[in-house]
T-cell receptor, first 113, second 110 residues
Framework: ETGVTQSPTHLIKTRGQQVTLRCSSQ?????VSWYQQALGQGPQFIFQ???????GRGNFPPRFSGLQFPNYSSELNVNALELDDSALYLC????????????FGPGTRLTVL | GEDVEQSLFLSVREGDSSVINCTYT??????LYWYKQEPGAGLQLLTY?????DMKQDQRLTVLLNKKDKHLSLRIADTQTGDSAIYFC??????????FGPGTRLSVLP
């Protein structure tokens, strides 16, 4: 069974650019959540996708958007990057949106210069 | 809104027990979790407890839940240098998003 994978591992962008991060969920999992973890802080919930539809959103502006595909893999898109977007972006999958265990990928480290 | 708080640092000697504490505000939390994060890595689920339980033991880990005080603790027995990491407390209610604390950095001294 393959765990949650994310790509790329590291990414450097400049302010104003756009970025796409990718996540492959664990086999059989139909729910994917994205988190932003700034340095020295706990993960902050961005949004969740369940069966290709957004199923909840945290306190993040609309320039953070996402997609989930029929195979339940997911993308996080961030437009008009700001310096404060520099963080570790974590993807987590779970069997179902009401299932109590979620499994995290290793994250993508985004640096905005 | 929901809030989860933790002390930020804990230092113990190898072989001693570590106790990491967490308080939360959402009384409707159904499950409470402990995650471990090593440098440069994602989060690893260590254990979780259902809200109607007081205690859960899993090998070297003991979780205690005081629902009245909204207090959760994680005890690591016989702490080893490999236990050095950041430990996150998190809460979850059915169908809602997970809410994480700021993390406690555990340093294990030889």
């Amino acid at each position: 069974e393959t765990g949650v994978t994310q790509s790329p591992t590291h990414l450097i962008k400049t302010r104003g650019q756009q970025v796409t991060l990718r996540c492959s969920s664990q086999s059989g999992h139909n729910t994917v959540s994205w988190y932003q973890q700034a340095l020295g802080q706990g993960p902050q919930f961005i949004f969740q996708y369940y069966r290709e539809e957004e199923n909840g959103r945290g306190n993040f502006p609309p320039r953070f958007s996402g997609l989930q595909f029929p195979n339940y893999s997911s993308e996080l898109n961030v437009n008009a990057l700001e310096l404060d977007d520099s963080a570790l972006y974590l993807c987590a999958s779970s069997l179902h949106r009401e299932y109590n265990e979620q499994f995290f990928g290793p994250g993508t480290r985004l640096t905005v210069l | 809104g929901e809030d989860v708080e933790q002390s930020l640092f804990l230092s113990v000697r190898e072989g001693d027990s570590s106790v990491i504490n967490c308080t939360y505000t959402d009384s409707s939390s159904t499950y409470l979790y402990w995650y471990k994060q090593e440098p440069g890595a994602g989060l690893q689920l260590l254990t979780y407890i259902f809200s109607n339980m007081d205690m859960k033991q899993d090998q070297r880990l003991t979780v205690l839940l005081n629902k009245k005080d909204k207090h959760l603790s994680l005890r690591i027995a016989d702490t080893q240098t490999g236990d050095s990491a950041i430990y996150f407390c998190a809460e979850w209610d059915y169908g809602q998003n997970f809410v994480f604390g700021p993390g406690t950095r555990l340093s294990v001294l030889p």
